[in-house]
T-cell receptor, first 112, second 115 residues
Framework: DGGITQSPKYLFRKEGQNVTLSCEQNLNHDAMYWYRQDPGQGLRLIYYSQIVNDFQKGDIAEGYSVSREKKESFPLTVTSAQKNPTAFYLC???????????FGSGTRLTVV | AQKVTQAQTEISVVEKEDVTLDCVYETRDTTYYLFWYKQPPSGELVFLIRRNSFDEQNEISGRYSWNFQKSTSSFNFTITASQVVDSAVYFCALSSNQGAQKLVFGQGTRLTINP
């Protein structure tokens, strides 16, 4: 079945470490997105990519980095520069915005 | 700029009551698309409905119904005879035909159905 796979589901990171969240889709979607969600809050866009080898900053890109070397994959790295990384991270993909997004199941990142 | 407002942060009702979640949007585009997503406690956002700006027909799907009114820029969602399994956070979203076609999300409404 087609869909988006995010891994791991839960991730613990020590302060000062970089960590990479995986997002893979087999929907043949061109566009992919990363969102951050804090408890009781809405979705905030971190980065998005509309085509391979190209990506743009969203509203809260500082402290994060991404790559888009393959159509299927859009990994997110949370760097040590991100001061408050504990959050729920959602990846999404779309054929185009007019059709909406398909979301992954999310990764819950906790800094210990 | 596009904007989606969900003024109800939290709603709590007793099971079997009807409940309406409000969504008001702003856009200058003539062609746009509206969505509702459900986020259960597991966290994944689940697509519920898509509506384009040229289709103002109301939609009913089982206990769910949607009322789209361009005159008031609203796309409200009603759950009839609510059930505990309807408890979730619900997001309204908007996209257009222009530019990056990103979805703009409202802040979400947390709906709690009490037994």
């Amino acid at each position: 079945d087609g869909g988006i796979t995010q891994s791991p589901k839960y991730l613990f990171r020590k302060e000062g470490q970089n960590v990479t969240l995986s997002c893979e889709q087999n929907l043949n979607h061109d566009a992919m997105y990363w969102y951050r969600q804090d408890p009781g809050q809405g979705l905030r866009l971190i980065y998005y990519s509309q085509i391979v080898n190209d990506f743009q900053k969203g509203d809260i890109a500082e402290g994060y980095s991404v790559s888009r070397e393959k159509k299927e994959s859009f990994p997110l790295t949370v760097t040590s520069a991100q001061k408050n990384p504990t959050a729920f991270y959602l990846c999404a993909s779309s054929l185009s915005g007019r059709w909406g997004y398909t979301f992954g199941s999310g990764t819950r990142l906790t800094v210990v | 700029a596009q904007k989606v407002t969900q003024a109800q942060t939290e709603i709590s009702v007793v099971e079997k009551e009807d409940v309406t979640l409000d969504c008001v949007y702003e856009t200058r585009d003539t062609t746009y698309y509206l969505f509702w997503y459900k986020q259960p406690p597991s966290g994944e956002l689940v697509f519920l409905i898509r509506r384009n700006s040229f289709d103002e027909q109301n939609e009913i799907s089982g206990r769910y119904s949607w009322n789209f009114q361009k005159s008031t820029s609203s796309f409200n969602f009603t759950i009839t005879a609510s059930q505990v399994v309807d408890s979730a956070v619900y997001f309204c979203a908007l996209s257009s035909n222009q530019g990056a076609q990103k979805l703009v999300f409202g802040q979400g409404t947390r709906l709690t159905i009490n037994p």
